[in-house]
Nanobody
Framework: QVQLVESGGGLVQAGGSLRLSCAAS????????MGWFRQAPGKEREFVAA????????YYADSVKGRFTISRDLAKNTVYLQMNSLKPEDTAVYYC?????????????????WGQGTQVTVSS
């Protein structure tokens, strides 16, 4: 079992920045690939970014490429999502998720474990 706890959400003005954290626990959690997804009201959960277990490769949705950066600290067993140049359309609940093997990396159903989510609100 892997437990995931997100933090760092909040209210920010457009153009601002936030850094989300996802603390993982569980015996083998450091060997899992990690992803960030988001879900806005009335919309489906969508892929934001992903990172391999060793941090060697990162992947981004086109909508956040160049603005968001995913990283992980294996010593702390924590994954981060640095979000810069935030836009009102980035407003959503952000979830981190864990999976042992990537397939497409971008489909929520591929991930085995999920956090409870953290709200990000960007005002215009």
């Amino acid at each position: 079992q892997v437990q995931l706890v997100e933090s760092g959400g909040g209210l920010v003005q457009a153009g601002g920045s936030l850094r989300l954290s996802c603390a993982a626990s569980g015996r083998t959690s450091s060997s899992y690939h990690m992803g960030w997804f988001r879900q806005a009201p009335g919309k489906e959960r969508e892929f934001v970014a992903a990172i391999r277990w060793n941090g060697g490769s990162t992947y981004y949705a086109d909508s956040v490429k160049g603005r968001f950066t995913i990283s992980r600290d294996l010593a702390k067993n924590t994954v981060y999502l640095q979000m810069n140049s935030l836009k009102p359309e980035d407003t959503a609940v952000y979830y981190c998720a864990a999976v042992q093997s990537f397939i497409t990396r971008m489909r929520a159903y591929e991930y085995d474990y999920w956090g409870q989510g953290t709200q990000v609100t960007v005002s215009s």
